[in-house]
């Protein structure tokens, strides 16, 4: 049963267990002091200061007697008459019956949240079976982790490329309702004992030239086995560019320099 509609049918459960009640000329009320949306049988109390409607009688029938106020009547009444012990006993029974409808209220309250947790967990227990679409399995970079903190690793088992140097992966206990990691990947070491040539000159026109041809150039390189090599090409591309934007800012600040010289040699004069 949902939560809003157990809130909405608890007084079809019982007797108002919340409507005020007179004892002895005191005014005693069953409210709900806690924001808990789940309330427990811990949750409510008896609030004595709670004053009844007007227009109530003081000396009617209570609806219900708490055990501890039934515990002070007979310790101080010696002697009571029938009729009284008789409004005691109902009290006691219609005690015991709105207790027991709260704790059933409360109970139903629990299992819908028990039952909507669970379908929770069954979402996140869900991992993937096959490769998410545009993922394939990891095969090129084994070595490859996924930080989990405190020094915890996953193994990447699902990646698919990205621009800007990165890949987006998944580890093998992830599914649907996980967000992917995205790291940064770098081509493949090669080792030789052979002397490293420069780069040839027109490798370097494609590496800075034109965005249409380092599109293309890029484009390209993601078709090769090892996707940290256009990984590197988009990364040198944008390393380029912010090097010559703080070499024209050098250039911008030393001709203010300049000037200020300038000027401070004339002050100075």
Not at 114 to 121: M, W
Not at 203 to 228: C, E, I, M, S, Y
Request: charged fraction near 15%; include cysteine; hydrophobic fraction near 35%.
């Amino acid at each position: 049963m949902p939560l809003m509609s157990t809130l909405s049918n608890i007084h079809t459960f019982a007797a108002n267990p919340f409507a005020p009640i007179t004892v002895d000329g005191e005014h005693y009320s069953l409210i709900h002091i806690s924001n808990n949306p789940t309330p427990a049988m811990s949750d409510y109390s008896a609030n004595p200061s709670a004053k009844s409607p007007a227009g109530s009688h003081p000396n009617s029938p209570p609806s219900y007697y708490s055990p501890c106020r039934v515990e002070n009547i007979f310790a101080t009444n010696a002697h009571i008459n029938p009729t009284t012990l008789q409004e005691i006993a109902t009290g006691l029974v219609q005690t015991v019956k709105n207790c027991e409808e709260i704790h059933r209220f409360a109970v139903l309250a629990f299992e819908d949240k028990i039952k909507r947790l669970e379908s929770t967990i069954e979402g996140y227990a869900e991992t993937y079976k096959q490769a998410p679409d545009g993922y394939v399995r990891n095969t090129m970079y084994p070595n490859l982790k996924i930080p989990l903190g405190k020094g915890a690793y996953a193994e990447v088992y699902w990646v698919t490329p990205v621009h800007d140097g990165y890949i987006q992966v998944y580890g093998q206990e992830q599914g649907p309702l996980d967000t992917p990691y995205s790291l940064p990947i770098y081509a493949h070491a090669v080792y030789s004992s052979e002397p490293i040539n420069p780069l040839p000159a027109w490798f370097h026109q494609l590496l800075v030239g034109t965005p249409a041809v380092h599109a293309n150039f890029a484009k390209a390189a993601h078709r090769l086995d090892d996707w940290g090599i256009a990984a590197d090409i988009v990364r040198y591309r944008k390393l380029d560019d912010n090097l010559s934007c703080i070499n024209v800012e050098l250039e911008r600040l030393k001709a203010e320099a300049g000037a200020i010289q300038i000027t401070k040699t004339i002050c100075k004069g």
